[in-house]
């Protein structure tokens, strides 16, 4: 049984690009969230997906948006990179959305911007 | 969500129990407690999750008093690959879940 898999693992940009981030959930798993984590911090929320639409959104500007599509795997994208916006992002994927459902992450896309 | 307070960092040595509490005095009725585990360029894994009392599973306890204001993460006999950023969350149905900076825990031989 597949986890929760994410590409690219690395990635590379410069100030000013756009970057598409993708993730498949765990089998049978219809809910995905993504996180941003700098260096040294904790996981930080970035939206929800559920049933292909933002549910929840943390406090994230306009430039960071996402998809999901009905096989219930989901892409982040993120326009006008920021040299801030180098971290590593996380997708995790749940059953359903409640706090009480276990979160399965993936190993996390490593982004940096130059 | 209720606000989480945790140590930074723990050191222990292989053998010992580790206890990590957690303090989250504005816990909501419905809020549950969830723990994660995070190696580094890993994302994090769950471990255990409660309401209240005592909950157990293969790999570590969570002990929860009545008041439910604080909760303690017990890791029995740890070994060196025990080392990790350990994270206590509290929530219930909003989801807007965002890790603190969690506790490091190393452990030495």
């Known amino acids: 049984d597949a986890g929760v898999t994410q590409s690219p693992t690395h990635l590379i940009k410069t100030r000013g690009q756009q970057v598409t981030l993708r993730c498949s959930p765990k089998s049978g798993h219809d809910t995905v969230s993504w996180y941003q984590q700098a260096l040294g911090q904790g996981p930080q929320f970035i939206f929800q997906?559920?049933?292909?639409?933002?549910?929840q959104r943390g406090n994230f500007p306009d430039r960071f948006s996402g998809h999901q599509f009905p096989n219930y795997s989901s892409e982040l994208n993120v326009n006008a990179l920021l040299l801030g916006d180098s971290a590593l992002y996380l997708c995790a994927s749940s059953l359903s959305q409640g706090m009480r459902e276990k979160l399965f992450f993936g190993s996390g896309t490593q982004l940096s911007v130059l | 969500l209720a606000k989480t307070t945790q140590p930074i960092s723990m050191d222990s040595y292989e053998g010992q129990e580790v206890n990590i509490t957690c303090s989250h005095n504005?816990?909501?009725?419905?809020?549950?407690i969830t723990w994660y585990q995070q190696f580094p360029s890993q994302g994090p894994r769950f471990i255990i999750q409660?309401?209240?009392t005592k909950v157990t599973n293969e790999v570590s306890s969570l002990f929860i008093p009545a008041d439910r204001k604080s909760s303690t993460l017990s890791l029995p006999r740890v070994s060196l690959s025990d080392t990790a950023v350990y994270y206590c969350?509290?929530?219930?149905?909003?989801?807007?879940?965002?890790f603190g900076a969690g506790t490091t825990v190393t452990v030495r031989a």
């Open positions: 409660g309401y209240k």
């Open positions: 504005n816990i909501a009725t419905n809020d549950y």
């Open positions: 997906y559920y049933e292909e639409e933002e549910r």
């Open positions: 969350l509290v929530g219930a149905d909003d989801y807007k879940l965002s």
